[in-house]
């Protein structure tokens, strides 16, 4: 999730991901893989993305993303 909460992304096992933002559950679906410590995501609609994961941090585009209830987030830290 970002640090603010605003946006959370769930990465499930079966290499399908959820991203709810604010109070839209679900607003972007589609598929990722991984390859060691990269992602690619290609969303239901087409769209597609990366991200690559740093000292447990997800760096999903302009997106920062941490794990919930990592300390980080809670602090705005700024890797």
């Known amino acids: 999730m970002t640090a603010d909460g605003r946006i959370r992304q769930e990465l499930l ?10 109070d839209r ?9 991984v ?3 990269h992602l690619d995501y290609i969303d239901d609609t ?10 447990g941090i997800l760096f999903h585009e302009h997106l920062v993303l941490y794990r919930e209830g990592d300390p980080r987030a809670r602090q705005g830290a700024s890797p």
């Open 13 to 22: 096992p079966n290499g399908r991901y959820d991203e709810a933002r604010g």
């Open 25 to 33: 559950r679900s607003a972007y679906t589609g598929r990722y893989t």
């Open 35 to 37: 390859t060691g410590s």
């Open 46 to 55: 087409g769209f597609t993305a990366t991200g690559d994961i740093r000292d």
